[in-house]
T-cell receptor, first 114, second 112 residues
Framework: KAGVTQTPRYLIKTRGQQVTLSCSPI?????VSWYQQTPGQGLQFLFE???????NKGNFPGRFSGRQFSNSRSEMNVSTLELGDSALYLC?????????????FGSGTQLSVL | KQEVTQIPAALSVPEGENLVLNCSFT??????LQWFRQDPGKGLTSLLL?????REQTSGRLNASLDKSSGRSTLYIAASQPGDSATYLC???????????FGRGTSLIVHP
């Protein structure tokens, strides 16, 4: 069974640009959540999608957005990139994201903003 | 608001030692606690998941315990090996929205 797949693995962008990251969950998983990881802040929750609906959202500005498709694949978009957006972006999937399930993570997308 | 703390932040030990990593949380009303391993620049690999009703979980050389009343979990690694070198994170799931709160991790180096 294939794991969580994130593309691309690395990205280099300049300030002001926008970027789209992709996440394909484990087959059958309907919940996809996104996280930002930086040395200074650790792992922070961005948002979670379930059955194409955003179910939860973290404390990030509106420049960060996402969506989920009918096949459960998810994308996140960051517009008007800032230097501080440089981070490892991780997505995780689970069946339904209830209180009794493991989270399975992808390898992440390393975003560098110059 | 749930807060998760991991101590120590870094640990360096010789091969073969038994280790204990600590994770503490402020709100004991949790659904579960999950331990992860992260290699540099990579994603998180799930090690053990402990439900709120459980006291411990074991997988191979790993044993995780949970004491909700004291807000603590420990990850015990037996007979450490250089391949165990990584950052270990704990994540607590609590609150009605099922959003996990992560600790900052313990960076472990096991030297031959």
């Amino acid at each position: 069974k294939a794991g969580v797949t994130q593309t691309p693995r690395y990205l280099i962008k300049t300030r002001g640009q926008q970027v789209t990251l992709s996440c394909s969950p484990i087959s059958g998983h309907r919940s996809v959540s996104w996280y930002q990881q930086t040395p200074g802040q650790g792992l922070q929750f961005l948002f979670e999608y379930f059955s194409e609906t955003q179910r939860n959202k973290g404390n990030f500005p509106g420049r960060f957005s996402g969506r989920q498709f009918s096949n459960s694949r998810s994308e996140m978009n960051v517009s008007t990139l800032e230097l501080g957006d440089s981070a490892l972006y991780l997505c995780a999937s689970s069946l339904r994201q209830t209180g009794d399930e493991k989270l399975f993570f992808g390898s992440g997308t390393q975003l560098s903003v110059l | 608001k749930q807060e998760v703390t991991q101590i120590p932040a870094a640990l360096s030990v010789p091969e073969g030692e038994n280790l204990v990593l600590n994770c503490s949380f402020t709100d004991s009303a949790i659904y579960n606690l999950q331990w992860f391993r992260q290699d540099p620049g990579k994603g998180l690999t799930s090690l053990l998941l402990i439900q709120s009703s459980q006291r411990e979980q074991t997988s191979g050389r790993l044993n995780a315990s949970l004491d909700k009343s004291s807000g603590r979990s420990t990850l015990y690694i037996a007979a450490s090996q250089p391949g165990d070198s990584a950052t270990y994170l704990c994540a607590v799931l609590s609150g009605g929205s099922y959003i996990p709160t992560f600790g900052r991790g313990t960076s472990l180096i096991v030297h031959p």
